[in-house]
């Protein structure tokens, strides 16, 4: 097997997150990497004996790199896309795709251009129990998707944030990075194209000024309809409702109540709280690798989750699926993952190595930009948004 070698851009908290697949997946290798950090430049050297960069363009110029993850800011991924694609690199970036639609044409168009793979991802619509639960619907055992509900509460808007992250208008807030993923996951289930959303966001601190909930209703060419909740504004925690499994797959504790307010209210500024977050991760003081914290982990998630079909609803847990059909109640057993998200690794390097055209590609997360931008247009026009017909830009070229 050949493996993939892959260039990082951006060593942060994303990186963090998909380090232990990195190192767990026999099918990559990291060769190089590129941060502004210092302090993350010399932890990626140390940890592998290879080159961190200070910028990308160095990092793509190498010869012996397939792809390159690029795990920087929202507001750099439209950028950083085209420099690896001009270098002829295929692309693996991180949720959301970008800050418009305009950006998302740009990165498709450079990719296609370049005859490169262009990935969207980690996003929680890669879990297995979404992509299994995906596979029953189709099996048409259950009949078409009728509804779906979706919700999570989290203490998302109360971890430690960049400037920007509290900042809507910059990419921030919880519709651009936290509904990317449940979006994205609804649509991969309700297996048709959108066509129309009400939202209302909710921004209800002033000290933290984005959006840290909201809800939609989402219908689907279909018929199906759909609802999203989100609230991170950390006091309820859903995980409650999934056996106290994180989004991570990582067994919680109940009495880790209010921690994330706790650590944030002994920061005075948002210079001191952008370095909280540089603090925790990699390369950082604090940083916790999540390859060294302990217990089983299940499958990742994104807050609970039921589908209605015509003769069953069906339920994704990190740790099986719950089929409750007209005559009795069966569960699908889900194997502990190997490897947390390898589904990233099994897309790319289909696609890499295989050539295959990618499930989450540059088209797929554009749809979902295109409906996340649509909420945020609901909620402050305080009416319906019809997708496509009032969402889709003229392209250029
Ligand atoms: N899929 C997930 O679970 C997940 C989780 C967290 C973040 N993300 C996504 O990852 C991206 C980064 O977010 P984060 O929370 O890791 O932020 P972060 O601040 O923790 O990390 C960003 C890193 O990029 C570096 N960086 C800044 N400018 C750069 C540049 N020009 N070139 C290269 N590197 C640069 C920063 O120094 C930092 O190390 C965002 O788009 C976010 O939505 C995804």
């Known amino acids: 097997m050949e493996k993939i070698r892959l260039g990082i851009a951006g060593l942060g908290r994303a990186f963090s997150l998909m380090l232990p697949t990195f190192l767990g997946d026999a099918r990559v290798q ?12 010399a932890q990626f050297e140390a940890d592998f004996d290879a080159p961190a960069y200070r910028d990308i ?12 993850y690029i795990a920087s ?20 970036v991180e949720k959301p795709m ?11 168009d450079s990719c296609r251009e370049a005859n490169v793979h262009l990935i969207v991802g980690h996003c929680h619509s890669f879990d297995t129990p979404y992509l299994r639960t995906r596979e029953l619907i189709a099996s048409g055992a259950f009949g078409d998707v009728k509804m779906i509900h979706a919700l999570n509460y989290t203490d998302y808007l109360y971890r430690p944030r960049r400037p920007e992250e509290l900042k809507t208008d910059e990419g921030g807030g919880a519709v651009f990075s936290q509904a990317a993923h449940q979006v994205d996951i609804v649509r991969l289930l309700a297996g048709s194209r959108a066509t129309r959303i009400r939202a209302v966001v909710g921004n209800w601190d002033a000290q933290r000024p984005t959006e840290g909930a909201y809800t939609a209703t989402l219908w689907f060419e279909n018929g199906a309809f759909a609802t999203l909740s ?7 925690d859903s995980d409650e409702w999934t056996g106290w499994i994180g989004e991570m797959g990582q067994a919680r504790s109940a009495d880790e109540y209010g921690a994330a307010r706790r650590k944030l209210s002994q920061v005075v500024s948002r210079e001191e709280e952008a370095r909280l977050k540089a603090a925790g991760t990699y390369g950082g003081d604090a940083y916790t690798p999540a390859s060294k914290t302990r217990g089983v982990r299940r499958h990742q998630h994104f807050g609970p989750l039921i589908v209605s079909c015509e003769r069953a609803d069906l339920r994704p847990m990190p740790d099986g699926i719950v089929v409750y059909g007209d005559e009795r109640r069966e569960r699908v057993e889900l194997d502990a993952p190997a490897v947390a998200r390898a589904e990233v690794i099994d897309e790319l390097f289909a696609a890499v190595r295989g050539n295959a055209a990618a499930l989450h590609d540059g088209a797929w997360a554009r749809g979902t930009l295109e409906i996340c931008l649509a909420m945020l247009r609901s909620s402050a026009e305080q009416r319906d948004v019809l997708i496509g017909e009032e969402t889709s830009i003229t392209r250029e070229s």
């Open 230 to 236: 989100y609230n991170g504004y950390a006091h309820f």
């Open 30 to 41: 990291l060769v190089a990497a590129c941060d502004p950090r210092e302090t993350a430049r």
């Open 57 to 68: 363009d160095t990092l793509a110029q190498r010869p012996d790199i397939d792809a390159i």
């Open 98 to 108: 970008a800050l418009s639609l305009a950006e998302c044409d740009d990165m498709i």
């Open 73 to 92: 800011p929202h507001q750099f991924h439209a950028a950083h896309t085209r420099i690896a694609a001009s270098h002829g690199k295929h692309v693996l």
